[in-house]
């Protein structure tokens, strides 16, 4: 349960959300967010919980094997693989994310953040996003971390840690909000982000909170299923997933509540995308009492939560090559690591030297790949593995795994047979255009 909560809690609850919010209009887009969490979230959560505990192997082998046990095409073993591939997409650009956050330690640490104004703090993160060799050794620094771990094979240790790091996460979290209150103006943020105000629904917002539901989460890409194959048979698979999903949406909504009382204070732009929590929560950590020791704490737990989560990207890969190929844990870290550098490396550049160059739809590299993988591969990997688990898997299986009974175990099925695919399908399709075509 912690390597899952682990997983779950990272740069999607603290850097994430809250600048998606403001990107997409505020209050709508949270209201659909909670709305995904709890009718699309929590029950694919304890789908991929389940299918992993069943399979017992990597996504694409543990799927090959339920499909067999439920006599279907093992065709489904492509959901696996689609997984994997999403895990090393999202890797390359959460590692460069995660190099922002080192580079905020040491920033922290060196006391830059002192007194700074709103305006110096925007300024110091445009000058490192200016900056490619900067932004490359801290990439380059954090997937190394990631990748030692997982070339080692243990991360028991890191999980031990979380038993206290992700307690003192939320701890500092609220003395952030506490002093963000205070300085801040939290009945502005308050409005913002929770009066319900639907004119701002678009379908991009839409789809990107279902999407942002599935990242924040870690579903849909095999992750959590690694996981469940390690969860006891007595574990319930329903309580472990209420308990990560709360703590994971509380989480990031308050984070979103501290920026934004911080930002409607000083008048900044709620859109201003992803430097929004680096260009806000310095100007906090910098006014408040022992301000450089409590700024390092925070982005030394934001590194620490980013770590174990990119461990659980690149995992599932690994453990794919390792099951079916001569390679041996340590090569198969090594060649994956440097796929995900590589990738990376572009991300880097589509911050400075390549802003100007678009892969799709005008987006650039770093938006594509973040597109793609939380709009797109997520949520489909989602919806196949709720049809699988809602349409294919025999009753008594997912009885014996899921241990649900009553109304719990109806709004399983409820969600996995019909909410979850019609919601993913409408919100595909209405994205697509097609939606209006047929109206
Ligand atoms: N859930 C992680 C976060 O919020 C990101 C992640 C996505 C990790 C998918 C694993 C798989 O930061």
Same mark, same amino acid.
């Given at each position: 349960?912690?390597?899952?909560? %682990?997983?779950?809690?990272?740069l999607?609850?603290?850097w994430k959300?809250?600048y998606?919010?403001?990107v997409?209009?505020?209050?709508?887009?949270?209201?659909?967010?909670?709305?995904?969490?709890?009718?699309?979230?929590? /029950?694919?959560?304890?789908?991929?919980?389940?299918? !992993?505990?069943?399979?017992?192997?990597?996504?694409?082998?543990?799927?090959?094997? @339920?499909?067999?046990?439920?006599?279907?095409? =093992?065709? $489904?073993?492509?959901?696996?693989?689609?997984?994997?591939?999403?895990?090393v997409l999202i890797l390359s650009f959460y590692s460069v994310v995660g190099g922002w956050v080192l580079s905020y330690v040491l920033s922290?640490?060196?006391?830059v953040?002192?007194?700074?104004?709103?305006e110096q703090a925007a300024n110091n993160f445009n000058n490192l996003l200016a900056q490619p060799l900067t932004l490359l050794m801290w990439h380059s620094i954090f997937l190394l971390m990631t990748m030692?771990?997982?070339?080692?094979?243990?991360?028991?240790?890191?999980?031990?840690?979380?038993?206290?790091?992700?307690?003192?996460?939320?701890?500092? @979290?609220?003395?952030?909000? +506490?002093?963000?209150?205070?300085? %801040?103006?939290?009945?502005?943020?308050?409005?913002?982000?929770?009066? /319900?105000?639907?004119?701002?629904?678009?379908?991009?917002?839409?789809?990107?909170?279902?999407?942002?539901?599935?990242?924040?989460?870690?579903? +849909?890409? !095999?992750?959590?299923?690694?996981?469940?194959?390690?969860? %006891?048979?007595?574990? =319930?698979?329903?309580?472990?997933?209420?308990?990560?999903?709360?703590?994971?949406?509380?989480?990031?909504?308050?984070?979103?509540?501290?920026?934004?009382?911080?930002?409607?204070?000083?008048?900044?732009e709620?859109g201003a995308g992803p430097g929004l929590i680096f260009q806000?929560? /310095?100007?906090?950590?910098?006014?408040?009492?022992?301000?450089?020791?409590?700024?390092? @704490?925070?982005?030394?737990?934001?590194?620490?939560?980013a770590?174990?989560?990119s461990?659980?990207?690149?995992?599932?890969?690994?453990? $794919?090559?390792?099951?079916?190929?001569?390679?041996?844990?340590?090569?198969?870290?090594?060649?994956?690591g440097l796929t995900v550098w590589l990738i990376g490396v572009s991300v880097v550049l589509s911050f400075n030297e390549w802003q100007d160059i678009k892969i799709a739809f005008g987006l650039g590299i770093f938006d594509s790949l973040d597109k793609l993988t939380s709009? *797109?591969?997520? /949520? @489909? %990997? !989602?919806?196949?593995?709720?049809?699988?688990?809602?349409?294919?898997?025999?009753?008594?299986?997912?009885?014996?795994?899921?241990?649900?009974?009553?109304?719990?175990?109806?709004?399983?099925?409820?969600?996995?047979?019909?909410?979850?695919? *019609?919601?993913?399908?409408?919100?595909?399709?209405?994205?697509?255009?097609?939606?209006?075509?047929?109206?």
């Amino acid at each position: 349960m912690l390597a899952t909560a %682990g997983s779950a809690i990272g740069l999607g609850n603290i850097w994430k959300l809250p600048y998606m919010i403001g990107v997409n209009g505020g209050s709508a887009f949270v209201i659909i967010f909670i709305a995904s969490i709890i009718f699309l979230a929590i /029950p694919l959560m304890m789908t991929e919980i389940m299918l !992993g505990r069943r399979g017992q192997k990597n996504p694409l082998d543990a799927m090959k094997s @339920l499909a067999k046990e439920a006599n279907v095409s =093992s065709l $489904w073993s492509w959901v696996g693989g689609m997984g994997m591939l999403a895990g090393v997409l999202i890797l390359s650009f959460y590692s460069v994310v995660g190099g922002w956050v080192l580079s905020y330690v040491l920033s922290a640490v060196q006391g830059v953040f002192s007194n700074i104004s709103a305006e110096q703090a925007a300024n110091n993160f445009n000058n490192l996003l200016a900056q490619p060799l900067t932004l490359l050794m801290w990439h380059s620094i954090f997937l190394l971390m990631t990748m030692v771990i997982v070339a080692r094979g243990v991360s028991e240790g890191l999980e031990k840690a979380n038993n206290i790091l992700i307690p003192l996460l939320f701890a500092i @979290l609220l003395v952030l909000l +506490g002093y963000s209150m205070s300085v %801040g103006d939290m009945s502005a943020a308050f409005t913002f982000m929770f009066s /319900p105000d639907f004119s701002k629904v678009t379908s991009v917002a839409i789809l990107s909170a279902l999407g942002h539901a599935f990242f924040t989460l870690s579903l +849909g890409m !095999g992750a959590v299923m690694v996981y469940g194959s390690y969860l %006891g048979k007595n574990e =319930s698979i329903g309580q472990t997933t209420l308990f990560i999903a709360i703590l994971d949406t509380a989480l990031g909504l308050l984070t979103g509540l501290a920026i934004y009382a911080l930002v409607f204070a000083n008048q900044l732009e709620p859109g201003a995308g992803p430097g929004l929590i680096f260009q806000t929560l /310095p100007i906090a950590l910098g006014s408040m009492p022992a301000g450089n020791l409590f700024a390092t @704490l925070f982005f030394v737990l934001v590194g620490f939560a980013a770590w174990t989560s990119s461990i659980s990207l690149i995992e599932p890969a690994v453990a $794919w090559v390792i099951e079916n190929t001569k390679l041996s844990r340590i090569m198969a870290s090594i060649i994956l690591g440097l796929t995900v550098w590589l990738i990376g490396v572009s991300v880097v550049l589509s911050f400075n030297e390549w802003q100007d160059i678009k892969i799709a739809f005008g987006l650039g590299i770093f938006d594509s790949l973040d597109k793609l993988t939380s709009t *797109v591969m997520l /949520p @489909l %990997g !989602g919806l196949l593995m709720a049809i699988f688990a809602g349409y294919l898997m025999k009753k008594q299986h997912i009885a014996e795994e899921l241990g649900l009974h009553g109304w719990a175990f109806t709004f399983w099925k409820v969600t996995n047979t019909i909410i979850a695919p *019609v919601a993913v399908i409408i919100v595909f399709l209405n994205l697509l255009g097609v939606f209006e075509k047929l109206f």
